[in-house]
């Protein structure tokens, strides 16, 4: 049984196809069966819906790890790894982007290129620090030998478009013996006056410190674990005395909470103690979905620590590959679990709001049925709410990219399940539940080849990229609720249409 719902009005929206990724696949595809259709089948013009909507990319080519974001002089800045001459990885750069609303950027030069001999041909992840009221980049390099640091041309230019690298470049250096030396994080300062930031390392992420940002000591090895990237460590806006630590490990990125101690002396590291599991334990996971090398910066006027992710896709007929998450709040899970922590979409979203196609209280699904919420297009922000009934296998979710025309194979399903003895799971990963949840809120953002999908709240996400067959149809798919459980299931389900943030481009 399909109930079919026709909203008061429709918004344009778009469709997708998707390619496999065409580089850097150091990271898993985390269980997903991917569909590859063949870019022989889509015409540019149809491709071009595939571009997003209100997710941060280039304008084209390709690009991976967000780097430095920061917010300065009233404006967010947002750098990411980038390759000015293809949709492939090589040849990396820094793209950058400013906004002052963290959803409309605009596109400025490259920011960092490889320049110097030091850079050994390329500009690989790093991170921005103010220091003293300006604003300093610092990034590794792909013969891992050196951190170098650039700084604005023009402190006067508000959008900071020109950088320059200070002659007393590279700014650090791992020890003799090390052969694994990238990605330092954001730079903070102890109550001693001394800088510091951490880096990949060999056998585990390593600290280094200093007195003027210029000069840094090699400190030691602050954590032992796998293989790594992308190291970030902050403490948690809402109680400084909670510090996240995050590493991108076995290609996903796990966070782990604890408590920081610091030790006096260049030379000696801080103490980080945890007080959750540690990485790669106990489902502690960012993103479950396709999501790598996240960065966060401290947001000042809202006080508040703001997430970027890459997603690393590619689809057919297209020049550009990847695109930036929607920013994302990290924050301690409120009143259930104070060792646990949320990443939802920045509440400025419903700026983007343009119209609200559906607004659905206490409908019903029985076993077996479905609902469509039909031309609301693909471009969309959805938030429906099941109830729960407990001690019953549930499965049901929503589908997403319902092509009227197409078989429903040809959408992409965000699917939760909840066996009898309360174990869930958010498209076959584990997720939390505790006893006093009485619903399931499902939070799904739809941009044209994406999906990022929220589960209560921001305790999980799963983004997944998808490239719809028939782009052409991308303002007349729909939203399909379903209920494959053994009992009935009621709901309420809001749809909101999206306006277009980002600028298009013109090729």
């Known amino acids: 049984l399909g109930l079919v719902f026709q909203p008061a009005s429709a918004v344009v929206d778009l469709d997708l196809t998707f390619s496999s990724p065409p580089g850097r696949n150091n990271f898993s595809n985390n269980g997903i069966k991917w569909r590859y259709p063949d870019s022989s089948s889509i015409s540019s013009a149809n491709a071009s819906e595939y571009y997003t909507a209100y997710h941060p990319q280039a304008l084209k080519n390709w690009l991976n790890d967000p ?7 009233g404006s967010y800045h947002l750098f990411f790894q980038y390759n000015p001459e293809s949709y492939y990885w090589g040849d990396m750069h820094w793209y950058h982007m400013i906004s002052t ?15 110097k001999s030091y850079d050994c041909g390329g500009i690989f992840s790093g991170s921005a620090t103010i220091v003293n009221g300006i604003p300093v980049l610092t990034y590794s390099v792909p013969c891992q030998k050196a951190v170098a640091s650039a700084i604005p041309a023009d402190m006067s230019d508000k959008e900071l478009q020109q950088w320059r690298k200070p002659d007393y470049n590279p700014i650090a250096a791992p020890p003799t013996t090390m052969k694994n030396y990238r990605d330092p994080s954001e730079g903070f300062l102890g109550s001693d006056g001394m800088w510091r930031m951490v880096t990949v390392c060999d056998g585990g992420p390593c600290m280094f410190k200093s007195k003027d940002f210029i000069h840094w000591s090699y400190a030691g090895r602050f954590w032992k674990t796998l293989p790594h990237e992308c190291p970030d460590l902050f403490p948690m806006p809402e109680n400084k005395d909670v510090w996240l630590f995050k590493l991108s490990v076995v290609g996903r990125d796990w966070w782990v909470l604890g408590k920081l101690d610091e030790r006096n002396g260049l030379t000696t590291t801080d103490n980080f103690t945890r007080i959750t599991a540690d990485f790669t334990k106990n489902n502690q996971l960012l993103d479950m979905g396709r999501f790598y ?9 809202n006080n508040r620590r703001v997430l970027f992710g890459w997603v690393n896709y590619h689809c057919a007929g297209t020049d550009w590959s990847g695109v930036q998450t929607f920013p994302r709040v990290v924050s301690i899970e409120k009143n259930s679990n104070p060792n646990w922590i949320t990443t939802y979409p920045i509440p400025e979203i419903s700026n983007l709001h343009a119209n609200t196609s559906f607004d659905e209280k206490d409908l019903s699904l029985r076993p077996g049925t479905f609902m469509t919420f039909a031309n609301v297009g693909s471009q969309i922000d959805i938030v429906a709410r099941f109830n729960l009934n407990k001690g019953k296998f549930m499965k049901f979710g929503l589908r997403v990219f319902a092509d009227p025309d197409a078989s429903r194979a040809n959408s992409l399903q965000i699917d939760i399940r909840i066996n009898e003895g309360g174990a869930a799971t958010l498209q076959g990963h584990p997720i939390n539940i505790y006893e006093s949840d009485e619903a399931m809120e499902l939070r799904v953002l739809v941009d044209r080849s994406l999906a990022e999908s929220f589960v209560q709240g921001g305790r999980h996400a799963f983004t997944n990229p998808f490239c719809a067959l028939e782009p052409q149809d991308m303002d007349r798919m729909g939203v399909e609720a379903y209920n494959d459980g053994v009992a009935g299931v009621d709901f309420d389900i809001t749809i909101h249409q999206m306006q277009t943030a980002n600028v298009m481009p013109t090729h």
Do not use: I, Q
Request: without cysteine; hydrophobic residues 50%; proline residues 13%.
């Open 101 to 115: 609303d963290l959803m409309h950027w605009k596109h400025l030069p490259v920011a960092l290129a490889p320049d």
């Open 67 to 73: 780097n430095g974001p920061m917010f300065f002089g």
């Open 293 to 301: 090398a996240s960065k966060t910066f401290f947001d000042a006027p």
